[in-house]
Structures are given as structure tokens and as C-alpha cells.
């Protein structure tokens, strides 16, 4: 674990939030075998996902749970229970806690909707939560969640069926998300895109734990490399900003800020009871502290992506080398909405090109190859204009596929140039069945491909704007 | 065929324009079954497709290709050939041009590259090939382009073969392009958001045939509802303005404009020797004629397949019901983005949900029926707000299938509510492989399905700019 010196916050929350990630043993109150009832899902979740920890399910109903000894109460148990799941009925929360106390059970996981966000009767029964919580030094994340997933402890306590929902695999992103459909739709993006996920936490109404107290713990937590946020408040401001910062000085931090408008702000109220506050303030907390601002799910994922595969960009000046053409008029478009430099070849470049290349090919950035280029042409390109050349401070390659000239061979042409050139990377490619597989082959060697030239170019702004950032 | 009257441009092109959609004779100059070249894929295609009519490979070193028989020139053909399809290297043009007209051969498709894009000598061969054209009455499409499709007569001139880029099924999309990268990219995608197509055609460096004549044409054929048109520049203003006026009253038109920046006009010239011109000159030439603009290959697909489907918003008040909150907060900051009215709901409607749903509902706009709804509850939220009262104008429906109440029911729930409304409803969900199936579902009932937040609000956008638009 990495070692993190932050004298304000200390270190207690690695304690306190460490059972949340990888309790030993927990407790499922409520626990049923019913395929409608959401314990249901849990339970099958944990066991398709090979958890190793005791399981305890509760309930004065059933002598047994998928073959699991039942407790009638928690009270009943008598051995350690480092976590507990609640799924029950929120009016019957409070007393559950009380059993908690008693029992000291001190990381509680709430998934049960019915609170601050269904207006004035939950709120109360909230701040009720709220004050056991406080009183009692319990943690809480949720309620009105879908807690937490470590895939390194092969444990989760989402209600969502993998069938329904695919789960990525794992890997180095960590995902904290306020909503828990934002949160569903994120797990089975992320094993589309092939994605891998270290932890995922939606915390929904955050009655305690939130982002902040999770952005310290993950700055300490070695398989989490890039966290990504979906946010539609925050807890703590100046809590944030601190976390963030030291945070953002070992990992990248990408935010996705809803509630930035009044009709979005109100929604988000009846939401999670966030009150979202005014949009311009979160924007300066983010310019402050590190953090990366996208706009929406398909951007979020994106910029997630480029910072897990490529390094940030020490500069704007970008080469592009393309065999489409219209690709490449697209991307200088979007390059210049975007503020990124589309530099024209400079003359030493263009004319060792017009030497080695047939005079239709057009040597002015975008280099573009035509439809008659191969493989190779794509390697002495990249060579003459990136590699012996430091004009340029990082590359978009869009290398299309269908020209007969073209094989999977320019995977290794291209990694192979992209590392030698010690600068960031980006391919863009034709989204199609075929080039699934070419994707597939540069991601596995950490060139991230974008299957248009909007999301290739915004990827790339986002290693310019975190190259902007860098140093703490 | 839709009787079109429109005096100034008068009727004459569709005579000579359907030749290159309806051939009953092609001949192939150039034709090979050397995998290498680009006319054996030609062949195979139209192989693949079931072209009916006469096909004729023309080259002196061949006896026959692919089993039929060859000529050594086109002189040497002495039956009718409605068009020809040339692949030869540019300098060689002109003189096969000159066999054409001694044939009157009266229509042509130029696939060859090496003319105005490639510089000085290019654009003195380019203005050859125009000026044997005009004074010849030789219509071209091309040249440097993919040339056409026509799904309707199984007939087509791509060399893309069809195991790298796949084809969209018969439908009623028309797309026009410059680009050719970009003509491959959009068939792929096509094909995956399973959108039909009725004509594409892909014009590269435009010598003849432009977009404003293919409007025109397009504006006659009954299997075109929507055209598609990615263009880096205008043949002629008066005349696009002209054709989209009048066509836009029947269809409808989507135009993605590259070459909008600096960098992006430069490498448009380079392209496809493109003289863009400003931006803004085009913005107002697309608003005066119905032309609806949108900004990516994502939003230029999701507008033609949203107009497809639905039919435009009469005004702006849209109604979002959801069982995700967080899908909820994301479509209301996008819809005050977009400048789409999430007007509150009306009393006598909150009156009437609060009385026949759960109290944790919630009954503003957005409705957000929560993770505990199923099908039906969609219904009579549908029913209430959207079908029995007239307030709102259109409808984003976000069922996320993951909770357990939900099932694949809630498509004939959703679809057959928005069917008795008589207003645009678009449905917005997860990405992910579970709801593929529901997806294909909602949209073989003509309800089309985004599967981001940003893409629905997208798409609603469309058809309130549109409405805007109507009357002719």
C-alpha cells in the first residue's frame, strides 16, 4: 500500500473503511432464497464470484439460505461480523442499527431506497440513520444504493444479476458513483470496452461514508490507478479538494458532474436529496485539485480509458496519420474546437516523405497514406515524423482497415513506434465487426483505439489538459 | 415516384441520373480476379448481392474473369452498356473516356484516386476529365470515391469487400458522401444500429454529379424517407439550397459538415481537393432549407434514425419517466442544455400518480418510478401524463431492465402508449448485452432506442428542431 502523508485527514479512515472492501465475514439481513427479493441476488452474485469470506445470512424465517445456516437475529450470532448488508424495509432500519451496536458490527452496507430522496417522512427517518451513525461510530454507505465491488476480494454486495449486467474484469480503474443506475450501466460499459475494474462503490443518499473519505482510501490503494467519479453533489468541499490533491499527484481522478442545471439540480434532489449547489464552484474545486472534468458517460469512460493505457501529453501539438481521408478532416476539425495544435510537417519531415512515398500520398498534417497504403507505410511515417522528429508532442493514428493493403500486422508497426517514441498515443478507427479484433489487439499492448474522430480527439485532449496539470 | 415539380432544375436529371442506380448493363474497365485489385471485389459483391443485370469485364490480358467473358476494350462490346465502372490509374483516363464516347456509354464511375487531391498534376487531369465530360454529355460520379449502392436493384460499385465492411439491409436511408472512409464507417454502423438503406452513394472529388443533383434525384424515389449527407464542401449554393428546399417537404434532410475550422478546410482541400469555404455560409444555407445540421457520425446517425422512426415534436415540453434517478438527473441537465423544456408536472396529473403509486415514487418531471417498478407501472405513468392529457409535447421513456419487476413485456407497454398518444416517444437504456434484445424489440416497432442519456435528449432535439421547421 502506498505510504500517504496527509497530516489533516490522518489515517484512521484506512481502518475503518478497509472492512468495506474486504470483510472476512458478513452478515445478509433479510437474507431469502426469493428470485424477486434482491438478497437473492447477492447471495448468487458472491458465490459466482467465488467469495471466500463466512457468509451469514439473517432472518427469523428460514433455518437456511442457499444451504446456509440462518440466524433468526444478528443477535444470534455470536462469532465476528466485519459487515453487514441491509436490504430491508427502511422503517425498520433504525432498529436493526440498534442490534448493530449491540453487537458492535461497525461497517454497515444500506441498499434499501425510502429516505431523504422520497421527501419529508424519509428525510426524517434519514437524519434518524444519520444520528444513530454519528452516536455509535458506525459506518454507513448508502442507503438507496448498491454498495460496494472489490474484484480483488472477489466480493460485492450488488443486487444486480450478472446475467442481466455484465461484470469488467479486473484491473486498475476504480469507479465511486452517486447513482446506482449510473453505476449499472457503467459495469456493463466498462466489460464492453474491456475495461478492468479494481473497486466500484455507489453510495446513493451518503448518509456517511462519500467521496471524499473513498478518494483518500483509494489514494492509498495500489491496484487503483485512475478513479473515476459520477457526481451529483459532494460532501464536503474542502475535504474533497484536499483528498483530490494529494490524490491527483499518484493517479488521475475524471469527474462526471450532473445536477450543472436547475432542472438537473431539482431531479437530482428527488434523486439522492442531493443539493447539488452552483455548478461554477464545482468547476473551480475540480480546476484546483486534479481533477478532470467530462461531460458525459461515454466521455467519462473514454478519458478513464486513455489515462489506464497512455501517459499525459508534455504539449499540444499534435500529428495526425491517417489512410481515410475524411477521417482526417474530421479530426482536424475537431482538433481545432477542441484547442489542440494541428501543426503543419515541418519542412524536413515533408520532403524525406515525398521521397520515400508516391507523390498522391499528402504530406501536411494529417499525413494522409490514401487507400493505397500498407502496413509498413504507417511505420515510416510514424518513424520520419514522431520518432526521429520531437517536433511533436503526441500522435492520433487512424488507421482503416478495409483498403486491401492493410493487415493486423500494423498492431505491431504502430505499438512498436508508439513506444519507441516515448509519447502518447491514440488509434481511431472504423467502429465495425471487423476491426473488433484489430481494437482488441492494440489495446492488449495499451494503445487505446476510439471507434470515431470525436471520442479519438477528446481522448487526447484529455492527456494534453492532465499534461497541463501535472506536478503537486 | 413521387411527382416532383420544380421548374427551374426541370426533370431531365432523373433520366440521366437512374442509370447509375438501375443499370441493366455495367462494364468493369480494368477487371481482374487478382485479389490485390480493387475490381475483384467489385465482382465479388455483385456477385454477393444478386445483381441482375449484364456485367462485362473489359481487359486485353484476359480471356475471362470469373468465368465471364472479357473484352480487350469496350470497343469491342457491341451490346448496350448502361454504365461504367473505371479502377485504372488516372493518367490513363482521358483516353478511356474517348472509347466512351465512341461507344455512348453516357454514364461513368470513376473509383480512381490521383486527380485534384494529390496537387499540381492532379487538378490539370481533373479539369481533362470535366471538360471530355461536358462536352460529351457524359455523366461521372467521381472520381477518388466508392461510387454507388443501391439496395434496391442489388447492385453496387464498392470495392469495400463485404467481410470487412458489412451492408446494411434494404430500409429507407439514402446517404450521400464525399468522404469514402467515412461512406465505409457509416455502412458498418449502419449495419450494427440495423438502420436500412435504400441509396449511398460516395462522390469523392465531385467532377459531375454532386449532392444538389442527387437530392433532386433522391427527392423522386420512393424508397428514400430520410437522406444522410457528409459533406466537406458544396457543389453549387443556389442549387443545394434550391433541391433541399423543396425535398425537405417531403423528407427529410441530415447533413454532417467537416471542414467547419481552419485545419479542417486545409485538409479538406487535401482530400478531396475541396474548396470549403466559410462556415457560416453554410450554417444559414442549411437553415433556410430545412436541412437539419448535426456535429458528429454518432448524432448524423441517431438524427437519420430517429427520423426514420418517429415522426417531429409539434413543441418542446418533454415528459421524462424513468425507474433510474441518476439516468433521470443526467437527461434533465441535457435537456436544459439543449434548450428542451422539462416543464413540471401539471397538478391534476401528480394528483392522480400519487393516488395509484407508492409514496417513494416520484411525480415530478422526471417521474422516476424507481428500481422497484415494473412494466405495467410505466403504462400508467404513460397513460396519465402522456396519452390522457395533452401538456407535453414528446416523451424520453429510460426503462432500465436490470431491476427484477422489469421484463421484456414493457416493450408493448411503452410502444403501444406511445402509438395511442400520436407524439414522438424515444426510449433511452443501458448499453449493454443484455438489452440488445429489448432494444431490437422497441425499435422493430419503430421506437427508437439511444443507449445514453445524451444520445436520447440528442435525438428528442431533432425532432423539436424539425417541428420547428415544417410547412413548405
Known amino acids: 500500500m502506498l505510504r500517504v502523508h496527509d497530516k489533516e485527514s490522518g489515517s484512521v479512515y484506512k481502518m475503518s473503511l478497509d472492512k468495506f472492501f474486504n470483510p ?8 431469502t432464497e426469493n428470485e424477486l427479493n434482491i438478497t437473492s441476488a447477492i447471495f448468487n452474485n ?3 464470484m467465488g467469495y471466500k469470506g463466512t457468509i451469514v445470512p439473517v432472518n427469523p424465517h428460514y433455518e437456511k439460505v442457499f444451504g446456509l445456516k440462518c440466524c433468526p437475529s444478528i443477535l444470534d450470532y455470536e462469532d465476528n461480523i466485519d459487515l453487514s448488508i441491509i436490504t430491508i424495509s427502511s422503517e425498520h432500519i433504525p432498529e436493526i442499527l440498534s442490534q ?6 461497525n461497517n454497515v452496507v444500506i441498499i434499501s431506497g425510502g429516505f431523504a430522496e422520497t421527501g419529508k417522512r424519509g428525510i426524517v427517518l434519514e437524519a434518524e440513520i444519520k444520528k444513530i451513525c454519528r452516536e455509535n461510530n ?6 438507496n444504493c448498491l454498495g460496494v465491488l472489490n474484484n480483488y476480494s472477489n466480493f460485492s454486495t450488488f443486487f444486480l444479476p450478472w446475467s442481466k449486467i455484465k461484470r469488467p474484469s479486473r484491473g486498475h480503474l476504480s469507479i465511486l458513483s452517486q447513482s446506482g443506475s449510473y453505476a449499472a450501466s457503467m459495469l456493463d460499459m466498462l466489460y464492453l470496452e474491456g475495461i478492468g475494474v479494481s ?27 485512475v478513479i473515476g467519479i459520477y457526481m451529483e453533489s459532494v460532501d464536503d468541499g474542502r475535504r474533497f479538494i484536499r483528498a483530490s490533491r494529494l490524490c491527483s499527484c499518484y493517479k488521475h481522478i475524471v469527474v462526471l458532474k450532473v445536477g450543472r442545471q436547475e432542472s438537473g439540480i431539482n431531479a437530482a434532489r428527488s434523486h439522492t436529496g442531493a443539493i447539488a449547489g452552483r ?22 469512460l ?3 480509458k486513455v ?4 501517459k499525459p501529453a508534455r504539449g499540444n501539438k499534435i500529428l495526425v496519420i491517417t489512410n481515410g481521408g475524411g477521417f482526417g478532416v474530421a479530426v482536424s476539425d475537431m482538433c481545432s474546437d477542441t484547442g489542440l495544435n494541428l501543426a503543419q510537417t515541418p519542412p524536413g519531415i515533408r520532403e524525406y516523405l515525398s521521397e520515400h512515398f508516391p507523390e498522391f500520398f499528402i504530406f501536411n498534417n494529417p499525413i494522409d497514406l490514401t487507400g493505397s497504403a500498407g502496413d509498413k507505410d504507417f511505420g515510416i511515417a510514424l518513424k520520419t515524423a514522431f520518432v526521429d522528429n520531437d517536433f511533436y508532442d503526441a500522435a492520433i493514428i487512424i488507421p482503416l482497415m478495409p483498403p486491401p493493403a492493410m493487415t493486423e500486422g500494423v498492431v505491431d508497426v504502430i505499438s512498436e513506434r508508439a513506444k519507441e517514441s516515448g509519447k502518447p498515443v491514440v488509434v481511431c478507427t472504423i467502429k465495425s465487426v471487423y476491426t473488433k479484433k484489430t481494437k482488441e489487439k492494440f489495446e492488449s499492448k495499451n494503445i487505446p483505439v476510439f471507434m470515431s474522430p470525436e471520442r479519438a480527439v477528446k481522448a487526447m485532449n484529455v492527456l494534453v489538459e492532465r499534461g497541463k496539470m501535472d506536478g503537486c
Open 24 to 31: 472476512q465475514s458478513i452478515a445478509i439481513i433479510g437474507a
Open 46 to 48: 458472491l458465490f459466482e
Open 100 to 105: 448493530h451496536i449491540e453487537r458492535k458490527i
Open 138 to 143: 458506525i459506518r454507513i454507505i448508502g442507503p
Open 199 to 225: 473497486k466500484f462503490v455507489s453510495y446513493g443518499n451518503r448518509v456517511d461514508v462519500g467521496e471524499s473519505e473513498l478518494i483518500e482510501y483509494l489514494t492509498g490503494d495500489d491496484s487503483t490507478r
Open 279 to 300: 455548478y461554477e464552484i464545482y468547476k473551480a474545486a475540480f480546476r484546483k485539485s486534479g481533477v478532470l472534468e467530462v461531460y458525459n458517460l461515454e466521455e467519462f
Open 302 to 304: 473514454d478519458a478513464c
Open 307 to 310: 489515462l489506464l493505457m497512455q
